[in-house]
């Protein structure tokens, strides 16, 4: 039971200790590390960015074609000419 306890308790210890020796072994990057790495995440950016235009873009051309009718058949086209619609059924 006792050694139960003693197991219990060197496990916060061991994460605290290695939590330590992993922080004191960290070091603020260089400015040419900070500007490579800075450089990624832009380039990561606009590659995410580029990607979710093309599917908005895509998504709304094909709900057009959903909501219109379809690719050969533009549903009903009315054209106002001098108050007059003409075009349609």
């Not at 210890?13 to 020796?21: A, E, P, Q, S």
């Not at 590390?33 to 709304?60: D, H, N």
């Amino acid at each position: 039971m006792a050694d139960q306890i003693k197991e219990l308790a060197e496990i916060p210890r061991d994460f605290l200790k290695d939590g330590t020796l992993f922080l004191n072994r960290c070091t603020k990057p260089d400015k040419r590390e900070f500007i490579k790495i800075s450089q990624a995440v832009g380039v990561g950016f606009v590659i995410m960015g580029t990607i979710g235009y093309f599917v908005k873009l895509s998504e709304l051309v094909l709900m057009l074609f959903v909501l219109e009718g379809s690719l050969l058949n533009f549903g009903q086209v009315h054209i106002p000419v001098n108050n007059i619609l003409v075009g349609g059924a």
